[in-house]
């Protein structure tokens, strides 16, 4: 079962205690951070499916999943405002550049998303990077309708057949990739594996780390799977028969 912000988290007020806080206690090896999420970064691009995610998410406060997030060392910067809004700020560097963070939650998915601001002195260069952790699953009854490499982003995303799109959820320490023979293009052909057995309905982080697929392998490790494509699960299906998605 995923997990459901509304079903899952309820928030209470106690009028003796004052506003209600929400404390998320884990104890990691170093420092705070996940231990199930792996994280994602999507830098400045130009990646029309990067945008979208970008424009669905809900500025909020920083809380403990921020903090989680980030990490320890960049943690109290959450709370700084950005050199636009204050020149003076901890943030700021000479009162023109930024090195701030924005915090958001992703309203599809509940889960946490900080951009970090760098803006050099006289803004030469300036870039926001969005810091997130991808989901464990789809959510529950949604099914994969496409699978989508995403070249300019560096990402691999999933649009479901309620057309919401999302990350494809990883394993924390294991990520997705294409287009040599590696690491990353083995992953990803033993996920299109388990994608396709379950007809597209077990859409869930990590796979069997066992030889995948020598067809789907050489496909994914080619240079015709390095680009911007979308791939509908029949696509998958046939892949996974011939080593070819035409």
């Keep these: 079962m995923t997990y459901e912000h509304g079903r899952d988290l309820h928030l209470t007020y106690d009028p003796g205690r004052g506003y209600w806080h929400f404390v998320l206690y884990i104890e990691p090896p170093i420092g705070p951070g996940s231990g199930l999420n792996s994280g994602k970064v999507i830098e400045t691009c130009t990646s029309r499916y990067a945008a979208e995610w970008i424009n669905r998410l809900t500025p909020c406060d920083p809380d403990a999943?921020?903090?989680?997030?980030?990490?320890?060392?960049?943690?109290?910067?959450?709370?700084?405002?950005?050199?636009?809004?204050?020149?003076?700020?901890?943030?700021?560097?000479?009162?023109?550049g930024c090195v701030c963070w924005r915090t958001f939650h992703d309203p599809v998915t509940w889960l946490p998303v900080a951009a970090n601001h760098?803006?050099?002195?006289?803004?030469?260069?300036?870039?926001?990077?969005?810091?997130?952790?991808?989901?464990?699953?789809?959510?529950?009854?949604?099914?994969?309708?496409r699978l989508i490499i995403d070249h300019e982003a560096h990402t691999i995303w999933v649009r479901t057949d309620q057309g919401t799109l999302h990350f494809l959820p990883e394993a924390r320490g294991v990520g997705y990739s294409v287009?040599?023979?590696?690491?990353?293009?083995?992953?990803?052909?033993?996920?299109?594996?388990?994608?396709?057995?379950?007809?597209?309905?077990?859409?869930?982080?990590?796979?069997?780390?066992?030889?995948?697929?020598?067809?789907?392998?050489?496909?994914?490790?080619?240079?015709?799977?390095?680009?911007?494509?979308?791939?509908r699960l029949d696509h998958l299906k046939l892949l996974c028969r011939t080593g070819t998605v035409v």
């Design 65 to 96: 999943l921020h903090v989680a997030l980030v990490g320890k060392a960049d943690a109290p910067s959450l709370w700084h405002a950005c050199v636009y809004d204050d020149p003076d700020s901890p943030s700021a560097v000479a009162r023109d």
């Design 118 to 145: 760098y803006r050099t002195v006289s803004g030469n260069h300036e870039n926001w990077r969005h810091h997130t952790f991808t989901p464990l699953a789809l959510p529950e009854k949604e099914r994969l309708e």
């Design 179 to 231: 287009g040599y023979k590696g690491g990353g293009p083995a992953e990803l052909a033993r996920m299109i594996e388990k994608i396709v057995k379950s007809d597209g309905h077990e859409v869930t982080a990590g796979t069997s780390r066992g030889a995948p697929n020598e067809k789907v392998l050489s496909w994914v490790s080619s240079k015709a799977a390095d680009r911007t494509q979308e791939l």
